[in-house]
T-cell receptor, first 114, second 114 residues
Framework: NAGVTQTPKFQVLKTGQSMTLQCAQDMNHNSMYWYRQDPGMGLRLIYYSASEGTTDKGEVPNGYNVSRLNKREFSLRLESAAPSQTSVYFC?????????????FGEGSRLTVL | GENVEQHPSTLSVQEGDSAVIKCTYSDSASNYFPWYKQELGKGPQLIIDIRSNVGEKKDQRIAVTLNKTAKHFSLHITETQPEDSAVYFCAASRGYSSASKIIFGSGTRLSIRP
């Protein structure tokens, strides 16, 4: 029972390169979230998906695209990476079909853009 | 949209003393207020939450209070122990359904002095 799995755990990019962060959950919940964490700024919501086939912007969506491929997978894409996107990225999802409010987070993906 | 402010950003207390972290929120329609603890190198984990129909909730050494009129809520940790050292985040949302947009504060780094 892995919960929320993110890949890769670490990545270094050059400015202008593209990449996709992958997230998969096995908790059978409809909603999934992508956050970024920066020192002194906490966790900021990038995008979220209430259900398969739907996505909505969060607080800081600029420079990112997302795809809710199916119920299990929610990917985050950087089309042209910028140094300002250097951050730790977390994917999260609630557990099960009951709406308790608790989010379960992956272990994070540390991205550095040079 | 919702804005959550959290204070202080860092807090150092003597082992055995109490620690208090405070948050304010802007959206009067928010009715779910979780607190998360993040240990080094890991994703945040829920430690306690409160819904707007109650003013206080306790779980062993941890308690959360909510003042809906003033739009602020607080985390209280009593008899602090070394394992309480971590980063703590408050959050707020309108409900906790699949479509809920959960907004986090900027975090408090709590250090417990032996």
């Amino acid at each position: 029972n892995a919960g929320v799995t993110q890949t890769p755990k670490f990545q270094v990019l050059k400015t202008g390169q593209s990449m996709t962060l992958q997230c998969a959950q096995d908790m059978n919940h409809n909603s999934m979230y992508w956050y970024r964490q920066d020192p002194g700024m906490g966790l900021r919501l990038i995008y979220y998906s209430a259900s398969e086939g739907t996505t909505d912007k969060g607080e800081v969506p600029n420079g990112y695209n997302v795809s809710r491929l199916n119920k299990r997978e929610f990917s985050l894409r950087l089309e042209s990476a910028a140094p300002s996107q250097t951050s730790v990225y977390f994917c999260a999802s609630p557990r099960g079909t009951e709406n308790t409010g608790e989010l379960f987070f992956g272990e994070g993906s540390r991205l550095t853009v040079l | 949209g919702e804005n959550v402010e959290q204070h202080p950003s860092t807090l150092s207390v003597q082992e055995g003393d109490s620690a208090v972290i405070k948050c304010t929120y802007s959206d009067s329609a928010s009715n779910y207020f979780p607190w998360y603890k993040q240990e080094l190198g890991k994703g945040p984990q829920l430690i306690i939450d409160i819904r707007s129909n109650v003013g206080e909730k306790k779980d062993q050494r941890i308690a959360v209070t909510l003042n809906k009129t003033a739009k602020h809520f607080s985390l209280h940790i009593t008899e602090t122990q070394p394992e309480d050292s971590a980063v703590y985040f408050c959050a707020a949302s309108r409900g906790y359904s699949s479509a809920s947009k959960i907004i986090f504060g900027s975090g408090t780094r709590l250090s417990i002095r032996p």
